[in-house]
């Protein structure tokens, strides 16, 4: 097995969830390189939609900021903001969603606003910006997160955007179009809503310890009875994500 | 009748202290010529709001020309924490009004259509309403179900950076559109700048690409580099070094003080700000040539 990054690891197993034909809400970072390694592998038809109004990019380079010019050269349409959240996301042509944030909770709600409270904050986070519409109304959504205590609170403090709320039949009431979180994406594992909404240790990557995923979950986290581990990154994956979509490891380093 | 004045001239006869202002452009054509000339005359006082703060409204607040800032994405793109703004509000020291982006898109949606307000589907997330008065729902009258109602936002100023316009202000745009020409119909006053001022028979050649129509634009001014450290498509690239290098500028006021000084305060205009920058800057934003096909709209 060859050795790899954290960051390696979770984007692998998020190009994995991905399907060939999805339309895809694409944030740059992490979520930009697993579509575009899907793209490479099991999802040539892959669709990559870019909040700052850009449909089907095909990044030449490797997109530095959610506006890069790269993503606009060669892409098949561009549109301004208003339609991209409206007549795109609003009207229901996006199949999958990223998201991120500084703290996940137990149903899957996302904070990326404040910690502390919100007219005096302790930490002003940057805020929403399309992650509250994202979370609603995209059919999946996905999180790439590093697992760390801070950041898996039973609660979050302040909810940026919609995960299953109180439980799965409080989402189903508020009749959202999307379907909500459907997996997250750490360096230590997979969670996975369950027919709660609660967010459950699905999968284990090679080597990691339920252990380890409950000391860094900040709620008594139940196990699927059948826990999955995952396949180790392929050398086809890391060959690929490390010599044509990040040869310099600007997001790919680091993490151990 | 040409429209076209200096930078300099457009703030001072445009701009006033208290102003809403709406520099445009989604991490595209952000039009930092303008927020630099805003700070050399000493603006005071001013809500600024765009989607994304961005470099352009940390350097604004730093050099106190804010009251209040109105926000979707308050970061520096692609690199982390948008540190002044931040440290401002941190310490209660600005005022700040937030939306999703798509919230506050919908309010400039509704300012350049002329109506009071704009719906939107619910989103369930419920804590930025409840801290956002001016997030609102109303019952379909034709359902019956709830929306989510954001006010028409009007700035008295949209200030807009593109590629080529004529001297009557016909401005064409091209690449990311972001919210321009939202923002140019929702303000009482609109200023350009442009990489270029084009003949009336260029923008007439390709009238599809024309964004902004020159009847609603107040001044036309001509300003090479404009965005720069954010970029014109097909002109010149993002400087996403000077994005990092803002990053460690922003976490010392002194140094964020020395920059203004240097690269604010000590320039008169664009022209002498994009020269300072140098060759090794300018090679380093210089982009390959990747023309469209032409379309052709016959002749009747």
């Known amino acids: 097995?060859?050795?790899?990054?954290?960051?390696?690891?979770?984007?692998?197993?998020?190009?994995?969830?991905?399907?060939?034909?999805?339309?895809?809400?694409?944030?740059?970072?992490?979520?930009?390189?697993?579509c575009n390694l899907a793209r490479q592998t099991h999802a040539p038809n892959l669709l990559m939609i870019y909040e700052a109004g850009v449909i089907g990019a095909q990044p030449a380079r490797l997109p530095l900021s959610i506006g890069d010019p790269t993503l606009v050269s060669g892409a098949t349409a561009v549109c301004s903001m208003y339609d991209i959240f409206a007549l795109y996301l609003q009207r229901g042509n996006v199949d999958v969603g990223f998201m991120g944030g500084a703290q996940i909770d137990r149903y899957g709600n996302i904070n990326a606003t404040v910690i502390g409270s919100y007219d005096h904050p302790k930490v002003r986070l940057p805020g929403s910006g399309g992650s509250m519409e994202i979370a609603a109304w995209a059919n999946r959504c996905y999180i790439i997160t590093p697992h760390q205590k801070r950041r898996f609170p039973e609660k979050v403090e302040f909810r940026t955007s919609a995960g299953f709320l109180g439980g799965r039949s409080e989402r189903d009431r508020m009749h959202l179009r999307g379907g909500g979180p459907q997996a997250v994406v750490t360096d230590l594992g997979i969670l996975e809503p369950d027919e709660n909404g609660e967010l459950v240790l699905a999968a284990l990557h090679?080597?990691?310890?339920?252990?380890?995923?409950?000391?860094?979950?900040?709620?008594?986290?139940?196990?699927?009875?059948?826990?999955?581990?995952?396949?180790?990154?392929?050398?086809?994956?890391l060959r690929i994500l490390r010599e044509e979509l990040d040869p310099t490891g600007i997001y790919l380093k680091g993490g151990g | 009748m040409s429209k076209v004045i200096s930078l300099s001239e457009a703030i001072k006869q445009y701009l006033h202290d208290g102003d809403t202002v709406y520099a445009a452009?989604?991490?595209?054509?952000?039009?930092?010529?303008?927020?630099?000339?805003?700070?050399?005359?000493?603006?005071?006082?001013?809500?600024?709001?765009?989607?994304?703060?961005?470099?352009?409204?940390?350097?604004?607040?730093?050099?106190?020309?804010?009251?209040?800032?109105?926000?979707?994405?308050?970061?520096?793109?692609?690199?982390?924490?948008?540190?002044?703004?931040?440290?401002?509000?941190?310490?209660?020291?600005?005022?700040?009004?937030?939306?999703?982006?798509?919230?506050?898109?919908?309010?400039?949606?509704?300012?350049?259509?002329?109506?009071?307000?704009?719906?939107?589907?619910?989103?369930a997330a419920g804590d930025l309403e409840r801290a956002n008065p001016r997030y609102r729902t109303v019952t379909d009258p034709f359902s019956g179900r709830e929306v989510v109602v954001v006010p028409a936002l009007n700035p008295d100023v949209a200030i807009v950076h593109v590629q080529r316009a004529d001297q009557d202000g016909?401005?064409?745009?091209?690449?990311?559109?972001?919210?321009?020409?939202?923002?140019?119909?929702?303000?009482?006053?609109v200023i350009l700048t442009a990489e270029e001022i084009v003949d009336e028979a260029v923008v007439r050649s390709d009238p599809n690409r024309t964004l902004i129509p020159g009847f609603i634009v107040d001044a036309v001014c001509y300003v090479p580099y404009a965005s720069h450290p954010s970029y014109t498509q097909g002109y010149y690239d993002r400087d996403n070094t000077f994005y990092l290098e803002w990053d460690e500028i922003s976490q010392s006021r002194p140094r964020v003080q020395a920059y203004l000084d240097e690269w604010v305060y000590g320039m008169k205009d664009r022209a002498e700000y994009w020269e300072k920058l140098g060759p090794t800057v300018h090679a380093r934003l210089k982009i390959a040539s990747r023309p469209s096909a032409t379309v052709d709209y016959g002749s009747y």
């Open chain 1, 1 to 34: 097995m060859i050795p790899y990054s954290s960051p390696e690891l979770m984007t692998i197993n998020a190009a994995r969830l991905l399907r060939d034909g999805d339309v895809v809400f694409v944030g740059v970072g992490l979520p930009n390189l697993a």
């Open chain 1, 206 to 237: 090679p080597g990691k310890t339920v252990e380890e995923v409950k000391a860094n979950t900040g709620w008594e986290l139940k196990i699927v009875p059948t826990l999955r581990t995952t396949q180790p990154p392929s050398e086809e994956e």
């Open chain 2, 25 to 123: 452009g989604f991490t595209h054509l952000i039009p930092f010529a303008a927020g630099h000339e805003i700070i050399r005359q000493g603006l005071r006082d001013l809500v600024l709001a765009r989607a994304t703060p961005d470099l352009i409204y940390d350097q604004m607040v730093a050099a106190r020309c804010a009251r209040k800032v109105i926000f979707s994405y308050m970061g520096n793109p692609g690199v982390g924490s948008l540190r002044v703004v931040r440290a401002e509000l941190e310490a209660g020291h600005l005022e700040w009004e937030e939306y999703s982006h798509f919230g506050m898109i919908s309010r400039l949606q509704a300012g350049a259509a002329g109506l009071p307000f704009m719906p939107m589907n619910p989103t």
């Open chain 2, 170 to 189: 016909n401005a064409q745009i091209w690449g990311i559109i972001g919210e321009q020409k939202e923002a140019a119909f929702a303000a009482r006053n």
